[in-house]
DNA sequence: CGACTTTGACCTGCGC
DNA sequence: GCGCAGGTCAAAGTCG
């Protein structure tokens, strides 16, 4: 069925070609992936939040990830307020299927076609109430199997159902990752 | 009937 | 200023 493995990608540069050159040279959000259970995702990426600069890291067998690609939210509101830039967070999964199930809940809001690629990117808001976490799912043209997924901003609640498939994941990370 | 998806229109930023 | 591309809105449709 499901069958994924994980990749993790820079998101805001040019779609990665046949691998990200990303050395570990900071491995602050490494150390953090042991920490993933206890939050949920999320909570991962709120972990990391606390690393400040863009941290890439890439290890031989083409996962990737990218912290740290920050992106405006509040660009073109209200006049005068500073504009607040939330942290993008992108990976890739090679996967059959678009929407990974990460335990929490979506809504979807939108859909564009873009430019290079054959693909739409659907965006995807999260459905608790009060929580401003939005993600955007699109495929590489380049490879269809892979999917890029791009968080953005941090889930403040726990994650709404057991995920089965997403510890599945999880585990593979860590394996790669260690 | 509520939650969610679809989809065209609209808004904004950016490069030329 | 114009056009393009990315991102969001919102009305209508679908589904359980």
Known sequence: MENYSTYFSSSSS???????TL?????????EFQGIKSNGFLGLMSEMGGVPAVSNIDVPQ???FMV???TDVNSGKKKGEKKIRKPRYAFQTRSQVDILDDGYRWRKYGQKA?????FP?????????????????????KDEGIVVTTYEGMH????????????HILSQMQIYTS
């Open 23 to 31: 050395s570990m040279a900071d491995s602050h959000a490494y150390n």
């Open 121 to 141: 990117r659907s965006y995807y808001r999260c459905t608790h109430q009060g929580c401003n976490v939005k993600k955007q799912v699109q495929r590489l043209t």
């Open 68 to 70: 740290g690609s920050e």
């Open 156 to 167: 403040s609640h726990p994650i709404e159902k057991s995920t089965d498939n997403f510890e």
């Open 62 to 64: 083409s996962r990737s």
């Open 114 to 118: 873009v430019k290079n690629n054959k």
């Open 14 to 20: 040019t779609p990665p070609t046949s691998s990200l």
